[in-house]
């Protein structure tokens, strides 16, 4: 009887067990805020753009539902999806005509993309407040 060799067969990969580095993440996070802006946030947008032209009183409501404390915490998601995805672009785009590519250039402008975000968002934050 004979033994067949063993073939190359690809390994399992835990996505989840893998330490990605900050570059890495910070494209995986611009995709995921791109997919998250697009989807549930467009709809959502054009709902509130509706409810603003459609009618005063409709305006109205809708002013006093975005006066709502909570709603103004919640919108601080988007908020950061938004600024996040917008400075990962930015990013992106620098890459992409070469500029950043060295390995500590891209840990900076990863660590600025995070740093930028979220300070972006804490100035609307207070802006909307």
Request: proline content about 7%.
């Amino acid at each position: 009887m004979k033994t067949e060799p063993q073939k190359n067969r690809p390994k399992f990969l835990n996505l989840f067990k893998i330490k990605q580095p900050l570059p890495a993440q910070i494209s995986i996070l611009h995709r995921i805020s791109g997919v998250l802006l697009f989807f549930p946030g467009i709809p959502l947008l054009l709902y509130g753009l509706h409810l603003s032209l459609a009618s005063p009183e409709s305006f109205a409501g809708l002013q006093a539902m975005m006066n709502n404390p909570l709603v103004k915490c919640a919108l601080l998601l988007p908020v950061w999806l938004f600024m996040h995805h917008l400075c990962a672009g930015i990013r992106h785009l620098a890459l992409d005509v070469h500029l950043g590519v060295s390995l500590e250039h891209a840990r900076f402008s990863s660590k600025l993309v995070l740093f930028m975000g979220g300070f972006l968002t804490i100035l609307v934050g207070i802006w909307l407040w």
